[in-house]
């Protein structure tokens, strides 16, 4: 891994914006561990991985990141791998199960339909994981994005997750995220019909601007085994409707760690969809040159606005950033 280097805006904004309200320990809900050798078309999918800093991306390499972004701070995490289309899902999931630190991480494991059920199961048994990591690209329909969620994971496989009380990270398809009726109503239905498993909606139901959020909200279901989680998503309105129109007990940090949010840049709202802009989006006429911070520490400063503006109070933090995670994940067991 190239040295990752850390200038003078990133700490500004890190101790002016972020760290004052940042709980001495962290769970990070949601970061990837990304090994090229697993995945045979890596850079075509993800161009960003021809960098050094983003191409090998194992627990070394996590734990420099999570030490350089957050100074001082105790931080765990939910290791997730990283899916891509054709990658080797079994070899990636032992991989992980051998590679992690289980006094310290939690770690999930790739499946879809292109796994049996018994398949699942050896697995689950024999790797013993905390959760799923199923994924749009494993979709039995040849247009993934218009995936309904049993269509990349199928029922059944649902079931086990059930039996064995995993949790379960989902990254919707469709053009809207949660905010699209069929995910809704998947949703709410599978929440009620497997109690034992805790469903994680990645970057708020993929709701990465804020009318999505908004009308998300309004057929969303409150369950004790529904979670949020904020990993990637910088928009301040998607977190102004989250914090106030849901249970804050429910959310879940993650930072989408390494290629989704390492880089310099942001995600930013083009007319009802979005997309990354980096330092090279950006032209300017004269006046200074733009240095671009961590797009994960946008992600962080739009959590922060709109939390100051939601009125939290410490408790509040230490909840988003670590209880919450730990009543999933039993992080206080030796």
Known sequence: MSCLEYISTDKFIYENEIRPYLPSRIFDAHVHLQIPQFHPHLEEQLP?????????????????????LFPAIDVRGLILAMPTAGCDMSGINKFNSQHIDSHRERFSILTGPQFSDNELEEQVKTLKPHGLKPYMFFS??????????????????????????????????????????VNLNEINRLVKSYPNVNFILAHCG?????????????????????????????????????????????????????????????????????????????????????????????????????????????????????????????????
């Open 140 to 181: 039995m329909l040849e247009n993934y994005n218009d995936s309904r969620i049993t269509d990349f994971l199928p029922e059944s496989q649902i079931a086990i997750a059930d039996k064995y009380g995993l949790s379960i990270t989902l990254h919707l398809a469709k053009t809207r995220g949660l905010a699209d009726k």
């Open 206 to 334: 993929r709701c990465f601007i804020a009318p999505n959020m908004d009308a998300a909200l309004e057929q969303l279901i409150v369950a004790p085994n529904l979670w949020l989680d904020t990993s990637a998503v910088c928009d301040t309105g998607v977190f102004l409707h989250l914090f106030s129109r849901y249970d804050r007990k429910q959310i879940l940090f993650g930072t989408d760690l390494v290629t989704a949010s390492g880089f310099r840049g942001t995600y930013v709202r083009m007319g009802m969809s979005w997309d990354w802009s980096v330092e090279s989006s950006v032209r300017r006429q004269g006046g200074q040159d733009v240095r671009a911070t961590f797009a994960v520490y946008e992600n962080l400063c739009a959590i922060m606005t709109a939390a100051r503006f939601c009125c939290f109070d410490m408790s509040e933090y230490n909840d988003l950033f670590y209880a919450n995670a730990n009543r999933i994940f039993q992080l206080e067991q030796k």
């Open 48 to 68: 960003l991985t021809k960098a050094p800093l983003f191409n090998q991306i194992d627990m070394a390499a996590i734990h420099s990141w999570w030490k350089t």
